[in-house]
């Protein structure tokens, strides 16, 4: 099995163990979709697991959303507001087909750590997000299971790469350097990388 997809597998369980024990029933339901809209952060590695499992449409589309989101984050990178005013926009993750995330099973890490048991109205962007509102054990579980695949990534190219998930995976689609070099100077000419919100390479 890929790793990046045990990571996935391993979390689903213990997000599961962790919810019975504890009696917490997350109000998250399909159709509920709020966080789609949010600045979801994903690792070349976890990118590539998810590409197989891509359909021809999804992968169209990111190929015509791709240069949208290049734009949203060469011009929003270095600004402090950008992901509350790229959340407030109600961008939609090209992923997301009729209210219902359409690669679910193989969502990355970041997706399946939000959760809440607050009502989902406050996911909403016009509600403003209230400190609490999302579960922090789930999140942080979450993001154990990316630190490793990022050691992971790291032990395998010698480097990581982080960025905006939609543009990541149309980059993917188009065509990554492998050479740590080549990848930034890649990422530096599309005039995405560093800065506070742009991709990093570590």
Known sequence: MNPVEAHWLALEADLAD???KKGIAPSCRAGCFACCFGLVTLSRLEGEALLPHLSQAQRAKLR???????ALLREGKDDPRFPGRYF?????CPLLEEGLCGVYPWRPLA?????TQGDPRLCEPEAGLKQG???????RM???RMEAVWEEEKRRYGFLVLGELATLLYLLL???PGERKEAETFLEALGI???RWGFQVV
């Open 18 to 20: 962790y919810l019975a």
């Open 64 to 70: 015509k959303e791709g240069p949208k989101r290049l």
């Open 88 to 92: 407030l926009a109600r961008t939609p």
């Open 111 to 115: 997706c399946r750590g939000l959760l």
């Open 133 to 139: 509102h999302f579960l922090p054990t789930p999140w």
């Open 142 to 144: 979450a993001r154990l």
């Open 174 to 176: 188009s065509g990554f």
């Open 193 to 195: 990388l560093g800065g």
